[in-house]
C-alpha cells in the first residue's frame, strides 16, 4: 500500500470532499425535478384519459376536458413561432454582422431592456395596440404577444451562436469568391444552427408557460377555434381558471392540463433538437 | 551591395533576381502602403510576382508578409479601417481601382489558411462549395468531374474516393488542410496564395504538402508565406525577405540562401536575429 | 529563432574554424622543420616531424566530423554554409601538405646518409617561397581576405618555373655525374613536393575566394 504523505492525504480528502458536494448539488436540482414531474404526475393521471384529451370544457360534474386548449395553445406557439423566430433570427443576424456602430449598440441595448420586461406589461402593451382597435381578443393578439417576448431571447443567443462561428470558417468561404450575403446565409447560418436552435427552444419552452398576456389577448373560450380573429384557449389559461375555482374536479383538471403541458414541451425540445441535429461537427 | 547597415535605418534598394523559368510577370505591385488605422504595416513595397513560379515570403513575425499576402486578394477589405495606397495589377488589371469586383478577383487568386478551415459540410460538399455558388457547372456529372479532378490535383482523392458524403471535419489536419486546397483548386485559380499552409501539420504532413506545392506549380503562380525557412528553400523557386513592413530583398532562392546580396537578409538566414 | 540558438551556432564555427587553424598550424609547422632537417641534415628533426604526422591526421579526422555535426544540426546557410563547406574541402588539403612535408623530411633523411649536395639554393628558395605561401594563404582565410588570397595564388607562378629549372638542372646533373644520381632523384622529388604544395596552396586560396565572395574561381587560372 502506498503511503501518502500528509499533504497528499489532505489534498485528497479535499478533493473527495469537493466531489461529494458537487454530486450533492446535482441530485438535489434533479431530484427537485424529478419530484416535481412525480407530483404533477400522480395528481393528474387520475383525470388523464383520452376523453379529457379530446373534449372541450364543460360545467362541473360533467367531465369535460382540455381538448380546446390543447389545439389552442399549439396554434398560439405556431403563430409566435411564425412571427418571433424570423424576427428574432433576422435581429441576430443583422446584430453581429453589421459589428460594433453606436446604432447597432443602441439596439443591442434596447433587446437586453425587451428580455426584461415583465410579460404581463407586454400583454397590456399588446391589448392597448391591438385588442383595443379590433374591438375583440384574438388568437391572432396572443400570438403576437407571445412572438414579442420570444423576439429578444431568440435574437441575443442567435448573435452569441453566429459569433461562435469561427472567423476562418467566413474567410474561408469568401476567399472563394462568395458574396458576404451568401457567407452569412450559406456558411455561418448553418455552422451556428444547433445553437440557434437551442435558443429558439428556449423561447419557446419560455412563452408556452406563459399565461398572463394571453389573459389580456387571447383571452380564453370554451371551443375549438374557428379562426384566429376570435378567442382562444390555452392550457396556461385554463390551467389557471380550474385551479382558482373551487371545484375539486377541476382541481383534479388542473393537475392533469400541467401533465398534458409539461409533456407537450418537452416533446417540442426533442424534436426540435433531432431536427436540428449537427450531422456535421 | 546595400547602402544601409543599421538595423532600423528606412532606405534599402530592393534588387530583384528572378532568373528561374518563365519570366513573364503575373503580379506587379508598386509602391504599396498598407495602413491598419493610424498604423502602417506595409512600406513602399515594390515587387514582380512572375507566374508559374513558387515564391515565398520569408521574415519574422510582425514584418507584414501576411498582411501583403492578403492584399493580393483583397481579404483585407473585411477587416474594418483599413486602407490601401499604391498599386497591385494581376495580369496588367489593377486590383484596387475604383469598380474592381472583388469577386471575380477572388475567383481568380485562391487562398489557403494557416489553420485548416473546412466548411461543416461533407468532403463533396467542401470541394463543390465554390463551383455551386459560382455556377461553374451546368450538370451534376459535371460537378462530380470538377470536384473529382481537384481532389486528384490536391493529391487527396485516393484517400477520401469512398467517403465523398462523410464529414470533412472527420479527416486528419493533413488532409483537412489538402481539401482546403482542393476546394481552392476547383473553381480554377490562376494564382494561389499560401499563409503558412504546413505551420499546423507535422512533418509527414508537411512533406505531403510541400511535394504538392512543386507539383502544381507547373500549372498555377504560386505564393507562399512562411516562417520556417528550410520550407521556403525547399519548396520556392524565388524568395522575397520582408522586414518591418519593407521589402528588404527578393533573389533567387538559391542564391538567397548560398549568398544573398543583402546583409539584413544574410543575418536573418543565418540566425542572427529573428 | 532565439539568439542563444545562434550563440551555440557561433561557438561551434569558432571550434570548427579553431580546429582546421590548428590544422593548418600542423601543417605550416611540419613544412619549416622538413625543410630545416634538409638544410641543416638534420635527421633528429626529420624523424619529429614522421612520429607527429599521425597527430595530423586526427586533427583532420576532427574537423571532418565538427563540420558534418554543424551540416546535420544546424543546417547552416549563406555565409555559414560556405564557411563550413570551404573548410571541409580544405582540411584534406592541409592534410596532404603535412604529408609531402613527410616525405620531404624521409628524403632529408636518406640524402644525410649521402655526401652533401651544393644544389640546394633552389629548393630552399621554393621552400621559402613555399611556407610564406602557406601563411599567407591561412592568415587570409583567417580573415575571409579574398583579395590576399588572389595575392597568393599568383606566388604558384613563381614556384612552378623554379621547379623547371630544378628539373633541367638536376637532369643535366645526373647525365654528367652518374654517381649522383640516387642523390639527384631525391632531391627532385624533394623540388616535386614543393611544387604540389603550391598547388595545394592555391586550393585553399581559392576556397577563401569562395567563402568570401562566392565566386568559384577554380580551374580558371
Known amino acids: 500500500m502506498k503511503i501518502l504523505s500528509r499533504k497528499d492525504r489532505s489534498r485528497r480528502s479535499v478533493s473527495a470532499l469537493m466531489t461529494s458536494l458537487t454530486a450533492l448539488c446535482t441530485f438535489v436540482a434533479v431530484g427537485i425535478l424529478i419530484v416535481i414531474l412525480s407530483y404533477i404526475a400522480m395528481r393528474g393521471i387520475s383525470a388523464l384519459n383520452l376523453r379529457f384529451l379530446v373534449d372541450t370544457p364543460r360545467p362541473v360534474g360533467e367531465g369535460g376536458g382540455i381538448g380546446n386548449a390543447i389545439v389552442g395553445s399549439g396554434l398560439l406557439l405556431l403563430l409566435s413561432c411564425v412571427v418571433g423566430i424570423p424576427v428574432g433570427i433576422a435581429c441576430g443576424i443583422y446584430l453581429s454582422e453589421f459589428g460594433g456602430g453606436w446604432m447597432v449598440s443602441g439596439v443591442r441595448f434596447l433587446i437586453d431592456t425587451l428580455t426584461g420586461i415583465p410579460s404581463i406589461v407586454t400583454g397590456v402593451f399588446v391589448y392597448a395596440v391591438i385588442v383595443l382597435r379590433m374591438k375583440h381578443f384574438s388568437a391572432f393578439a396572443g400570438g403576437i404577444a407571445l412572438a414579442l417576448i420570444m423576439i429578444p431571447i431568440v435574437a441575443r443567443t442567435t448573435e452569441e451562436m453566429i459569433k461562435l462561428v469561427p472567423h476562418s470558417l467566413r474567410e474561408g468561404a469568401l476567399a472563394l469568391g462568395a458574396p458576404q450575403w451568401r457567407v452569412t446565409l450559406g456558411v455561418v447560418l448553418p455552422a451556428a444552427a444547433s445553437g440557434i436552435a437551442t435558443g429558439a427552444i428556449l423561447a419557446i419552452a419560455r412563452v408556452s408557460g406563459e399565461t398572463a398576456p394571453l389573459l389580456f389577448t387571447a383571452f380564453g373560450s370554451r371551443f375549438f377555434p374557428r379562426n384566429l380573429n376570435e378567442p382562444i384557449a390555452s392550457l396556461t389559461v385554463q390551467i389557471y381558471n380550474y385551479a382558482i375555482s373551487p371545484y375539486d374536479e377541476w382541481h383534479a383538471q388542473a393537475w392533469a392540463a400541467t401533465l398534458v403541458l409539461m409533456a407537450l414541451i418537452l416533446s417540442i425540445n426533442i424534436v426540435v433538437r433531432f431536427l436540428t441535429r449537427q450531422k456535421f461537427s | ?274 | 529563432m532565439s539568439t542563444e540558438f545562434h550563440r551555440h551556432l557561433d561557438e561551434e564555427l569558432d571550434a570548427l574554424r579553431d580546429a582546421v587553424l590548428r590544422l593548418g598550424g600542423e601543417a605550416e609547422t611540419a613544412l619549416r622543420h622538413s625543410l630545416h632537417s634538409l638544410a641543416e641534415r638534420d635527421t633528429g628533426e626529420a624523424r619529429q616531424v614522421l612520429d607527429h604526422d599521425d597527430a595530423v591526421d586526427q586533427m583532420e579526422v576532427d574537423v571532418d566530423r565538427r563540420a558534418i555535426d554543424i551540416f546535420a544540426l544546424r543546417q547552416p546557410a549563406a555565409r555559414d554554409l560556405r564557411f563550413v563547406l570551404s573548410v571541409t574541402k580544405m582540411a584534406p588539403v592541409l592534410e596532404r601538405i603535412a604529408d609531402h612535408a613527410c616525405n620531404i623530411a624521409r628524403a632529408a633523411i636518406d640524402l644525410n646518409n649521402e655526401p652533401e649536395l651544393n644544389n640546394h639554393v633552389r629548393i630552399h628558395q621554393m621552400g621559402e617561397i613555399a611556407s610564406a605561401m602557406l601563411a599567407k594563404a591561412l592568415d587570409a582565410f583567417t580573415r575571409s581576405d579574398a583579395a590576399a588570397a588572389r595575392e597568393v595564388i599568383k606566388r604558384d607562378a613563381e614556384i612552378n618555373s623554379l621547379y623547371n629549372q630544378i628539373f633541367h638542372d638536376l637532369i643535366e646533373l645526373m647525365v654528367k655525374e652518374p654517381a649522383t644520381a640516387t642523390r639527384d632523384a631525391r632531391l627532385l622529388f624533394v623540388a616535386k613536393h614543393l611544387e604540389r604544395i603550391g598547388d595545394y596552396v592555391t586550393d585553399i586560396c581559392e576556397l577563401t575566394v569562395y567563402m568570401a565572395e562566392a565566386a568559384i574561381i577554380k580551374h580558371r587560372h
Open chain 2, 1 to 274: 551591395m546595400s547602402a544601409s547597415t543599421s538595423f532600423a535605418a528606412p532606405k534599402f534598394e530592393v534588387k530583384s533576381h528572378s532568373s528561374a523559368g518563365s519570366t513573364v510577370t503575373k503580379i506587379a505591385v508598386e509602391d504599396l502602403n498598407f495602413f491598419y488605422g493610424k498604423t502602417q504595416a506595409l512600406k513602399g513595397i515594390s515587387i514582380e510576382i512572375p507566374e508559374r513560379q513558387v515564391m515565398a515570403f520569408i521574415g519574422p513575425s510582425g514584418c507584414g508578409k501576411t498582411t501583403f499576402l492578403r492584399t493580393l486578394n483583397r481579404m483585407n477589405d473585411v477587416i474594418a479601417g483599413t486602407r490601401v495606397e499604391g498599386k497591385v495589377a494581376i495580369d496588367g488589371a489593377e486590383i484596387y481601382a475604383a469598380g474592381a469586383d472583388v469577386v471575380d478577383l477572388r475567383k481568380k487568386v485562391g487562398m489557403v489558411f494557416q489553420k485548416s478551415n473546412p466548411f461543416p459540410k461533407s468532403i463533396f460538399d467542401n470541394v463543390a462549395y465554390g463551383l455551386k455558388i459560382n455556377r461553374m457547372t451546368s450538370s451534376r456529372s459535371e460537378l462530380d468531374g470538377r470536384v473529382e479532378e481537384a481532389l486528384k490535383d490536391a493529391a487527396l482523392w485516393n484517400e477520401v474516393k469512398d467517403r465523398l458524403k462523410s464529414s470533412a471535419l472527420g479527416l486528419s489536419g493533413g488532409q483537412q488542410q489538402r481539401l482546403c486546397i482542393a476546394r481552392a483548386l476547383a473553381i480554377r485559380p490562376e494564382v494561389i496564395l499560401m499563409d503558412e499552409p504546413a505551420s499546423a501539420l507535422d512533418p509527414i504532413a508537411t512533406s505531403k504538402i510541400e511535394e504538392l506545392i512543386v507539383d502544381l506549380k507547373k500549372q498555377y503562380t504560386i505564393v507562399i508565406v512562411t516562417h520556417n525557412m528550410q520550407q521556403a528553400a525547399r519548396v520556392s523557386d524565388l524568395t522575397a525577405f520582408f522586414l518591418l513592413g519593407k521589402l528588404v530583398e527578393v533573389n533567387s532562392t538559391e542564391k538567397m540562401f548560398t549568398a544573398p546580396t543583402e546583409k539584413l537578409t544574410e543575418d536573418y538566414i543565418t540566425g542572427r536575429f529573428g
